[in-house]
Nanobody
Framework: QVQLVESGGGLVQTGGSLGLSCAAS????????MGWFRQAPGREREFVAA????????WYAESVKGRFTISIDNAKTTVYLQMNSLKPEDTAVYYC????????????????WGQGTQVTVSS
């Protein structure tokens, strides 16, 4: 059983920065990738970034490339998402998830999810 707990969300002004953390307990058999997704009110959950546990592979949504950075700690128990140059359109609940199989950019490819943390960017 895998448990994920996100933290670090909050309210920030446009252009500001926030860092999110996802603490993972347990390890899903066969899983090599962790991902971050976000969901704004009335919208579908969308891919933000993903990283292999080895940290050798990363993927980013075009909308966050160059502004967000995903990383993982050496103990491979916590995944981070550093968000810079935040925009109002980044406002959403952010979730981390454990990849199962398939396209890392699709929510359906993940089978364990955290409870989410709210990020609000004011204009």
């Amino acid at each position: 059983q895998v448990q994920l707990v996100e933290s670090g969300g909050g309210l920030v002004q446009t252009g500001g920065s926030l860092g999110l953390s996802c603490a993972a307990s347990g390890r899903a058999s066969g899983s090599n990738v962790m991902g971050w997704f976000r969901q704004a009110p009335g919208r579908e959950r969308e891919f933000v970034a993903a990283i292999t546990w080895s940290a050798l592979g990363t993927w980013y949504a075009e909308s966050v490339k160059g502004r967000f950075t995903i990383s993982i700690d050496n103990a491979k128990t916590t995944v981070y998402l550093q968000m810079n140059s935040l925009k109002p359109e980044d406002t959403a609940v952010y979730y981390c998830a454990v990849h199962r199989q398939g396209n890392v950019r699709l929510p359906s490819s993940y089978d364990y999810w955290g409870q989410g943390t709210q990020v609000t960017v004011s204009s």
